[in-house]
């Protein structure tokens, strides 16, 4: 573990990073790049730190925790990917594909979108991580959803015109007015 050393009152006192990062936020300094390059650590361990002591919010990258809600539809993932072993994978790949299905018979681009997200977070993971073959799993998925060509696909359905009782009574209204 790399430590700071700081002279205080000609006593050397000893700080973990942990404990810098943690200082220097509560003396004011509140951007993520100040405190990592004063602190000599990475802005990610940096926003984790913060993060897990709650006094963040909204702070979220490649290694902050699945468990912690980024938005609405991360619920369908929290403590259903991993990569552990190549199976592991497998089954998270299952779950990333019936996810992303979901949300493309809903037409929510943007469930579709967090499920593209969130295999390409567990790719990466699993890269830095030195698990290439779970890595590899996690990259076939991902290249078999983004290999489409898009000249091709059909048109979304969220671009096409829908007729819903709401629409029509507000055309009602515009036509009245």
């Known amino acids: 573990m790399e430590t700071m050393l700081e002279v205080v009152e000609e006593k050397t006192v000893v700080r973990t990073k942990k404990e810098t990062i943690l200082t220097l936020y509560r003396a004011g300094v509140d951007e993520i790049e100040s405190i990592a390059a004063i602190a000599g650590a990475k802005p990610s361990y940096v926003g984790s730190v913060l993060h897990r002591e709650g006094l963040i919010e909204g702070y979220f990258d ?14 369908h ?22 996810v992303y299905r979901h949300f493309e018979r809903l037409l929510d681009r943007a469930g579709q979108h967090h499920s593209l997200e969130m295999g390409l977070i567990m790719l990466d993971r699993a890269r830095w991580t030195g698990k290439l073959e779970e890595a590899e799993v996690y990259r076939c998925w991902l290249v078999g959803k983004l290999s489409t060509p898009l000249v091709n696909a ?4 969220a671009l096409r015109v829908k007729s819903s009782p709401l629409i029509e009574i507000e055309m009602v209204h515009k036509k009245a007015a």
């Open 62 to 75: 490649l290694y902050t925790s699945t468990g912690l809600p980024m938005n609405v539809y991360s619920k």
């Open 77 to 98: 993932f929290v403590g259903k990917l991993g990569f552990k072993d190549v199976p592991t994978a497998k089954r998270s790949v299952s779950v990333l594909e019936t």
């Open 154 to 157: 059909a048109k979304p359905e």
